[in-house]
């Protein structure tokens, strides 16, 4: 059959340049695996919720048969209702886990997944005794669930919590109580921090300013395992000395250099990291109408199809949506080296029933 695909995207705006890299990287999914029975569609979100409620209303009056996109978690909120509606699915690119379901698939890298596979490594390596370091928000809230419920089916023990206030700023003495100065100052310092390892899911900035007063309080990453987030994603962090031998899940950097060259070659420009999901939410919509041989139209996107328990291969690696929503991504464990990142513990190449995540 003849499907039709809307792909939602800011293509104007003030995220304009984010958008139209989404859908270079979709058209560069085009060039590998389109055929002739399928036409992408793309429709202007301009970066609002209003916009996109607007895009999606076009997009499925031209007879859209899947949408790709939006972006933002307040765009999908405003797209879900109307393409449920007309029972038009959306695979989104947003990271909240909470516009998931009801027909809408989220595509984004969401931190349960790489809580539970770092976590998971770290505790088949010794590292059974473990602390969590969290700024409050929901994300902060998901690692906290997720440590608590992988440490619970490992028989490891989450020995301290401290969930601070996203605008802390005596972040150094949190830590100092963090590991227990004033205990182990009263022993002259011959007792060890009360963790053999530590989760801290911060980036960026934050977690650049922490780092150097990780040491500073007997945090030392040669006897305490520093454990993080994709948010770790970055292969500049390995310039803070406190970070390297820092582990981290994400998907296998090697998997996406040659979607990487083909994007400079072909744009003459860096992609950004996620114009990865565009690729590959478009390649499965294409793989997914190419085997489509028998099916009406609107057949091809149902939700047996899309939720497949055999998953996907895609640029970020495998990957497969539950019937809630969620992805499932075969995650590598990767290290913080002076130089970069090293994937210490390799991604899955399949889905296997009843594997660690």
Known sequence: PKVKVALLAPLTGQH??????????????????GNDNYELVPRDTKGTPEGARAAAQSAITQ???????PLFSGSVTAVSPVA????????????DWNVA??????????????VARVTNYAVDQGYDRIGLFAPEGEYGRMVNTTLKNVAASNNAQIVKTDIYPADATDLNSRLS????NETRKASGYTSPVPFNAIMMPVGGQAIRTLAPRLPQNGIDSGTVKLLGTGLWDDATLGREVALQGAWFAAPDPKLRRDFERNYRNTYGGEPPRIATLAYDATALSAILAQSA?????????????LTSSRGYAGIDGIFRFRPDGLIERGLAVQEITRTGTRVIDPAPTAFVSGQKS
């Open 16 to 33: 304009e340049t984010i958008g139209n890299a989404l859908l270079n990287a979709a058209q560069l999914a085009l060039f590998d695996v």
């Open 63 to 69: 007879g859209a048969d899947l949408i790709i996109g």
């Open 84 to 95: 449920r509606a007309a029972d038009v699915p959306v695979v989104a690119f947003s990271t």
């Open 101 to 114: 379901g009801n027909g809408t698939y989220v595509m984004g890298f969401l931190p349960y997944m790489q």
């Open 177 to 180: 109580v963090f590991a227990e």
């Open 293 to 305: 041989a028998g099916l009406s139209e609107d057949e091809v996107y149902t939700r047996s199809r």
